[in-house]
């Protein structure tokens, strides 16, 4: 059985691409599956900015109130460990989701495609400026969640067929082992949901294959309810 045939799974062989370097400042998510630890009452060195950035009473004091809220963003957005301590990291991931407008995708590397877990949708955007979308996509189920982290796309085949599931994957866009964006027939809004892979509508596959190349970025956040 080819490596290709063996995608969207978690487990399995997972082809790594050689070179793939995480620029400095870029918060590399925990899987998905990573829920909030016990609450610090440490006041961290980011709190006004962190108190700011999500809406809170700014006062630049740790309050049980800012550590349920701080903790809860660290925790859908894959931020460990999710104590709510406003430290640099959790910064840095605010500041990348006001820059970009949508979400917490980055804005510093030029063509990035973007997957919102959360919210089941992704883009493409050009530093801070959307190119395609948002549309709407279908991510990995319960036990197959789609992985966080910030990705490469290393392998792209327009007519891939599955061996592991006797299924056709137009515009198969690798970036993750064996995960990748591609076409399905049916209805992305259907549950559960795919074995680890972002699933599209053919049109808007079509398009990401034409935007994309290897090599561009692919930054996947936050939690899809029940994964």
């Avoid at 950035?53 to 809220?69: F, H, K, M, Q, T």
Wanted: charged residues 20%; proline residues 6%; glycine residues 14%.
């Amino acid at each position: 059985m080819g490596v290709f045939g063996r995608v969207c799974r978690r487990v399995g062989t997972v082809v790594v691409a050689a070179g793939v370097v995480v620029p400095l400042g870029v918060v590399v998510a925990a899987p998905a599956s990573a829920g909030p630890t016990a609450c610090t009452s440490r006041t961290g060195p980011y709190q006004r900015q962190v108190e700011a950035a999500l809406g809170l009473p700014v006062d630049g004091r740790e309050s049980a109130a800012d550590c349920r809220a701080i903790r809860t963003y660290q925790a859908d957005n894959g931020i460990r460990p999710a104590a709510g301590y406003a430290g640099p990291v959790t910064y840095a991931a605010l500041k990348r989701r006001a820059a970009g407008g949508e979400g917490g995708c980055p804005t510093d590397v030029g063509r990035i495609a973007c997957v919102d877990l959360g919210r089941q949708v992704s883009w493409i955007q050009d530093g801070a400026k959307r190119v395609y979308g948002p549309v709407q996509i279908r991510s990995g189920r319960a036990d197959f969640a789609t992985r966080t982290g910030l990705h490469k796309i290393y392998y792209r085949v327009p007519n891939h067929w599955s061996t592991l599931y006797d299924v056709a994957m137009p515009y198969s866009q690798f970036f993750d082992g064996g995960i990748a964006f591609h076409a399905i027939d049916g209805s992305v809004t259907s549950p559960p949901g795919s074995h680890g892979c972002v699933n599209m509508r053919p049109a808007d596959a079509k398009a990401y294959w034409d935007l994309l190349h290897t090599g561009d970025e692919v930054y996947v956040y936050g939690r899809k309810s029940g994964t």
